[in-house]
């Protein structure tokens, strides 16, 4: 998967995400179409594709993904979290910072809210609508030594 430049009329860029054989990842375009003309559209991209190729390489579909999921990919990016990660992910890359963990935070959330207003894994949505994502996740990075 990767993160794919969309030319559009009158010079616009906007960006979605695409599977290696170039169709695009449809979950992602939706989400992303929502933020059609913004900055926030490509960092989101990228961001998402991670979480998504993560996601391939743990055999779980988006219907599927709970809380604790996400809390696991979190961690794994450099939030700091108490509990088993798995295996290692973003292999010689330094985890995220504050910032970068408070935009990806915000960024899942949003996309799996908008899952849900599908009817897609309507019991996630239900569990990211009626609470804040826990400090843990959000503000508190691990030293890149850990």
Not at 108 to 113: H, I
Request: charged share 30%; glycine share 10%.
């Amino acid at each position: 998967m990767r993160v794919q430049a969309v030319e559009r009329k009158g010079g616009w860029r906007s960006w979605t995400i695409v599977w290696p054989e170039g169709t695009v990842h449809e979950a992602a375009d939706r989400f992303l179409r929502r933020h059609e003309g913004s900055g926030t559209q490509r960092t989101y991209a990228y961001l998402l594709v991670d979480h998504l190729r993560w996601l391939e390489r743990e055999c779980l579909a988006l219907d599927a993904v709970q809380f604790r999921d996400l809390e696991r990919y979190m961690g794994i990016v450099g939030a700091e979290v108490r509990m088993p990660l798995g295996e290692p992910w973003r292999v010689g890359k330094r985890p995220y910072g504050r910032a970068a963990l408070l935009t990806a935070a915000a960024c899942l959330k949003g996309f799996y809210l908008h899952q849900s207003c599908l009817g897609i894994n309507d019991e996630l949505g239900k569990k990211l609508d009626r609470s804040r994502l826990r400090r843990g996740w959000t503000v508190v990075a691990r030293s890149s030594g850990t």
